[in-house]
């Protein structure tokens, strides 16, 4: 059994026919077909079934080769379209091929159809497949162009030699440049000083490196400096060089400025608790020892590392003045009754 081959053949001649068909089953395939000489006929081929290749005479007494391929374009079908034609001049071969037929052949020489048909599905295949991964590769495009669009963080783009070729809505309002301002060009965020830096960063990527979560300063349009978590990584061309950088910014500084103001007010409450007389002790929920001040040190005889971690009443036994019994855990009492 052979390999199932539909064929349409645009031919006036059914002997002609027969030996093309004849041709095409010696070399293995089973071709199932269909004649047509119109361009009526070829119309309601075409729509009617699936063909995978074309076989058609040059000249015919109602139809042509030329008008057949004008059809076929029409149809935006890409099939194989071979000419199989007695004898023409080289001129008409040319305009032909330049018109779209895959390739031609002579009547009188039909044994290099099946090899023409063999390689004509292969190249038709690539085509289709290439079609496929281009369909695939504009709709991941156009996902990954909304997402960067939607983004709460800021992306750019950069090329190897460091212009910015795309600049988010998140990064418009990160810095107060618009993407009309910067792409073309360097990025204008970059502080005085911060060039070496910049670069260091720039060439770890173009090497292949990436980087996240590293923490710069960058410049603002009205000149503020902000805190910036920087992640970066190359971005890749279809054959796997390396065509640019991408960045991903977030804004931290507000973090950064609470964290500041927490280390500072850790800084003045340690103080504070350290130098006042009175015994201070802290647990945490679970009644585990957290801090000990001097004071609190000296009255239990426990230091500050021994005693973190700790239960309380293992550091701090309180009993009762009249009894002398132990009296009940005092955080748990605390936690329970506020």
């Not at 645009?10 to 395939?29: F, I, K």
């Not at 504070?272 to 040190?297: C, H, K, W, Y």
């Amino acid at each position: 059994m052979g390999t199932p081959l539909r064929v349409l053949v645009v031919e006036d001649s059914e002997d002609d026919t027969v030996l093309m068909l004849r041709e095409l089953r010696g070399g293995g395939y089973e071709p199932t077909h269909e004649r047509v000489d119109t361009a009526a006929a070829m119309t309601e081929a075409l729509g009617r079934e699936k063909w995978d290749v074309i076989l058609a005479d040059y000249v015919m007494p109602r139809f042509s080769a030329a008008a057949a391929l004008t059809l076929l374009k029409e149809s935006r079908l890409d099939l194989p379209f071979i000419i199989v034609t007695g004898t023409v001049g080289e001129e008409i071969v040319v305009a032909a091929m330049k018109a779209g037929a895959h390739d031609y052949l002579f009547k009188g020489n039909l044994a290099r159809l099946f090899p023409a048909v063999e390689r004509e599905l292969r190249d038709a295949e690539v085509r289709r497949a290439r079609r496929r991964a281009e369909e695939a590769l504009r709709k991941t495009n156009e996902t990954l162009q909304a997402l960067v669009q939607a983004s709460p963080v800021g992306i750019a783009i950069l090329d190897p030699d460091g212009r910015v070729e795309m600049w988010n809505p998140a990064a418009e309002r990160m810095f107060g440049w618009s993407a009309d301002e910067v792409l073309g060009r360097p990025l204008p965020t970059i502080p005085d000083g911060k060039e070496e830096e910049h670069r260091a960063l720039r060439e770890r990527v173009l090497k292949g490196g990436a980087s996240s979560g590293v923490e710069v300063q960058r410049r603002a349009k009205d000149g503020l400096l902000l805190d910036i978590s920087l992640s970066t990584a190359p971005l890749r061309d279809l054959d796997g060089s390396i065509s640019g950088i991408v960045g991903m910014m977030a804004d931290i500084t507000e973090r950064k400025r609470a964290e500041e103001t927490l280390r500072e007010r850790e800084g003045w409450l340690s103080t504070t608790m350290s130098s006042i007389g009175d015994a201070v002790m802290a647990t945490d929920t679970e009644g585990r020892v957290t801090f000990l001040n001097p004071a609190a040190q000296s009255l239990t005889g426990w230091s500050q590392e021994e005693a973190v971690g700790r239960p309380l009443g293992a550091v701090f036994k309180v009993v009762s003045e009249d009894t002398g019994r132990p009296l009940d855990d005092l955080v748990t009492k605390v936690m329970q009754e506020g």
